[in-house]
T-cell receptor, first 114, second 115 residues
Framework: AQSVTQLDSHVSVSEGTPVLLRCNYS??????LFWYVQHPNKGLQLLLK??????LVKGINGFEAEFKKSETSFHLTKPSAHMSDAAEYFC????????????FGAGTRLFVKA | DTGVSQNPRHKITKRGQNVTFRCDPI?????LYWYRQTLGQGPEFLTY????????KSRLLSDRFSAERPKGSFSTLEIQRTEQGDSAMYLC?????????????FGPGTRLLVL
């Protein structure tokens, strides 16, 4: 069965330092993986997605994620945090094996300190 | 604005009342999805349409919930006999194409409070 685990409910970094948001997934098929960001009182916005092409995926605002099948991970990184990155981040797995499913992780709240 | 729109943005109702939400997807997007998000949690998939056909329904979608997309354009989600546990943000998304890897574009959501 599909599942998504975001390993940290909260992450706090200082502005200008690297960001790492961790995500592990479980899927019995070849999944598509996504990271979405949700700013307060705003809709979910796609950061990046993996769809079985390059394992290192670059997204918007300097974020990137690496698909590691052997580790069933899809961690999100950014070299240098900006205050505007403070938001809720969701890791998402989607596939159609046995019926369409899109599973969101519980989310990681990113705090950025000045 | 060519994004996904949802109406109303907020709804307060009393337990036992019926409510209906509307979602207008991005023009010509053939897939439309409904999710529910409670405080501190990620969105949970409820159902999706491909054109006017409802192809998948989550076990979360009890008999009190019904969704329609009559002409393959806008969609409505109705909750009958609302319960306090129905209080949540209801999100709509749309995508183009037929593949599961297509990006879903989300609307701002309808926040429901059941008193």
């Amino acid at each position: 069965a599909q599942s998504v685990t975001q390993l940290d409910s909260h992450v706090s970094v200082s502005e200008g330092t690297p960001v790492l948001l961790r995500c592990n997934y479980s899927s019995s098929y070849s999944p598509s993986l996504f990271w979405y960001v949700q700013h307060p009182n705003k809709g979910l916005q796609l950061l990046l997605k993996y769809t079985s092409a390059a394992t290192l995926v670059k997204g918007i605002n300097g974020f990137e994620a690496e698909f590691k099948k052997s580790e069933t991970s899809f961690h999100l990184t950014k070299p240098s945090a900006h205050m505007s990155d403070a938001a809720e981040y969701f890791c998402v797995v989607s596939d159609e094996n046995g019926g369409f499913k899109t599973i969101f992780g519980a989310g990681t709240r990113l705090f950025v300190k000045a | 604005d060519t994004g996904v729109s949802q109406n109303p943005r907020h709804k307060i109702t009393k337990r036992g009342q019926n409510v209906t939400f509307r979602c207008d997807p991005i023009s010509e997007h053939n897939r439309l999805y409904w999710y529910r998000q409670t405080l501190g949690q990620g969105p949970e998939f409820l159902t999706y349409f491909q054109n006017e056909a409802q192809l998948e329904k989550s076990r979360l979608l009890s008999d009190r919930f019904s969704a329609e997309r009559p002409k393959g354009s806008f969609s409505t989600l109705e909750i009958q006999r609302t319960e306090q546990g129905d209080s949540a943000m209801y999100l709509c998304a749309s995508s183009s194409g037929l593949a599961v890897q297509e990006t879903q574009y989300f609307g701002p959501g309808t926040r429901l409070l059941v008193l």
